[in-house]
């Protein structure tokens, strides 16, 4: 990912070029397994899983578990999945080729079953929330399948109720949860996209045109953002969330002692005149949104 000022890239220089991220800030990921041992990402220190081993006989891309390490390294020469990807696009050092976002934040994986996008329940995306949020996350990132969720039936209703509880629970300790909308192409969203707490993020292109596989809808349009689909080998939506935590915990990196809500509030907010009016969610301004957070702050 190379940042421009371009707007079409959400203004991110705004931030990059006041700061990595610091230490303090801790970033959660639930996603697929990881590889802590990725180039792009050695010799970053700060990165603590969470959670049960990955299970070799749903991962076979992984056959060995450490017990010391809950995600188990690739085999050799095999591509990354799509966990790495995303973990790279926050993580990866500056001088990586394709360097990450905030690098210097401290981070806390929490994988899921599944080596590429896992066709994750309900429950288990509960599940690993609530994990990440005990662990200290300040911010998470879920680039996983949401397309996949089932949608509000009888058979899903505890899993589904499960999750919100857990954005609840998120809420309540002043966790920012950034989502991917979803890449059916279709209006609507699971319900998690349409929790009011959690940041859901479509998918442009170069000139900030959303992708035609981006799910839209009036929630996503109502409280989301548009973002771009960064060139880090992920597509879609699973590619632009990474973009929007990213500005989050810079933003928290840049001014510390900003709640959780102002952080949501800066992040969301319009330049005027814009106004919410669509489906579409508006595209992020990460230059705007460090001045509306700095006059929070000194409020």
């Known amino acids: 990912m190379r940042l421009t000022d371009s707007p079409h890239t959400g203004q991110l220089s705004a931030l990059t070029a006041r700061t990595s991220g610091h230490p303090d800030v801790v970033v959660g990921v639930v996603d697929g397994a990881v590889d802590p041992g990725h180039p792009d990402l050695a010799p970053l220190q700060r990165i603590r899983f969470v959670g049960d081993p990955v299970d070799p006989a749903v991962d076979p891309v992984d ?13 050799l ?39 590429d996008v896992p066709p994750t329940a309900p429950a288990d995306l509960a599940d690993a929330l609530v994990d990440v949020v005990v662990a200290g996350a300040r911010v998470v990132n879920l680039s996983l399948a949401l397309e996949r969720l089932p949608t509000a039936t009888p058979a899903d209703a505890t899993g589904i109720g499960m999750l919100l509880d857990a954005v609840e629970l998120a809420r309540r300790h002043g966790v920012l949860v950034v989502a991917a909308a979803g890449n059916d192409g279709e209006l609507g969203g699971p ?28 929630a996503i349009g109502r409280h989301g953002l548009t973002a771009p689909a960064a060139t880090c080998g992920l597509s879609g939506t699973s590619a632009a969330a990474p973009v929007v935590t990213g500005a989050v915990a810079l933003l928290w990196s840049l001014c510390p002692g900003a709640a ?8 969301t907010r319009l330049r005027p005149p814009q106004r919410r009016t669509s489906v579409v969610p508006p595209l992020l301004d990460a230059a705007y949104a460090y001045d509306v957070l700095r006059g929070h702050v000194a409020a």
């Open 260 to 267: 959780a809500a102002a952080v949501r509030d800066a992040v």
């Open 63 to 75: 056959p060995v578990v450490d017990p010391d390490d809950p995600v188990p390294s690739r085999a």
């Open 191 to 218: 319900p998690l996209v349409r929790h009011p707490w959690v940041i859901p993020v479509v998918a442009c292109d170069a000139g900030g045109r959303p992708l035609p596989t981006s799910t839209l809808g009036r």
């Open 77 to 115: 020469g095999a591509p990354p999945g799509h966990g790495t990807l995303v973990v790279s696009a926050l993580a990866a050092r500056r001088t990586a080729p394709t360097p990450g976002l905030c690098p210097g934040c401290s981070f806390v994986v929490r994988p899921v079953p599944g080596v």
